[in-house]
Nanobody
Framework: QVQLVESGGGLVQAGDSLRLYCAVS????????MGWFRRAPGKERDVVGQ????????YYADSVKGRFTNSRDILKNTMYLQMNYLKPEHTAIYYC????????????WGQGTQVTVSS
């Protein structure tokens, strides 16, 4: 059984930074790809970024490049999303998810953490 638990969300002001955490447990993540997604009010869920657990290779949506940084600590079984220079349009519920390997769908999801950015 795989469990993903997000934390670190909150209410911040525009221009602030926030760091999200995704604690992972369960089966081996050696081949996994971990992703961050978000669902903004009234919008579909979209991808923020992803990281290959073993190699640390990252991918970012164009909208967050240069602003968000995705990383992981294998020893702590934790993935991070560092979000800088936040804007009100970054307000969303942020989710982490796991795909068992590259090219496969995300099969486990966390419960989400709310990020609210005030202007």
């Amino acid at each position: 059984q795989v469990q993903l638990v997000e934390s670190g969300g909150g209410l911040v002001q525009a221009g602030d930074s926030l760091r999200l955490y995704c604690a992972v447990s369960g089966r081996s993540f050696s081949s996994a790809v971990m992703g961050w997604f978000r669902r903004a009010p009234g919008k579909e869920r979209d991808v923020v970024g992803q990281i290959t657990w073993n190699s640390g290779n990252t991918y970012y949506a164009d909208s967050v490049k240069g602003r968000f940084t995705n990383s992981r600590d294998i020893l702590k079984n934790t993935m991070y999303l560092q979000m800088n220079y936040l804007k009100p349009e970054h307000t969303a519920i942020y989710y982490c998810a796991r795909a068992p390997s590259q090219g496969r769908g995300y099969d486990y999801w966390g419960q989400g953490t709310q990020v609210t950015v005030s202007s």
